[in-house]
């Protein structure tokens, strides 16, 4: 998947985490100024990685079930799935180079 899909009615994401995919969730908010700074970083490495990273995009405060379901307190969150399970969180900026190097492992080529 080389784009981020907005994920407001959640079952692309919940598809794509139930299939064993390597997934990352961006929690955020249309006033959030981090969040806009994170999406482009995010794009580029989802753009870098196809198919083998989905990247979805849950605007946390129209999904909010979902934020509370993964405990998302503050925005940007970025939450990483490996094969269904919840392997690590990111809260706050990160470099599209520190987002390669945090999936990296989980990447199946």
């Known amino acids: 998947m080389a784009r981020l899909t907005d994920a407001t009615h959640t079952g692309e994401f919940e598809s794509a985490r ?6 990352i969730a961006d929690f955020f908010t249309r006033s959030c100024v981090s ?3 994170v999406e482009p970083m995010l794009a580029a490495v989802a753009n870098r990685e196809g198919d083998a990273l989905a990247a979805f995009r849950i605007d946390a405060e129209e999904n909010r079930e979902l934020a509370v379901e993964y405990d998302v ?7 990483l799935f490996h094969r269904g ?7 706050g ?3 599209a180079k520190a ?5 990296a492992p989980y990447l199946e080529r």
């Open 85 to 91: 399970e919840l392997m690590g969180r990111k809260v």
């Open 18 to 23: 139930d299939a064993g995919l390597t997934v």
């Open 93 to 95: 900026f990160v470099t």
């Open 73 to 79: 307190r503050g925005v940007p969150t970025l939450l």
């Open 99 to 103: 987002l390669r190097a945090w999936v």
């Open 35 to 37: 969040c806009r700074k």
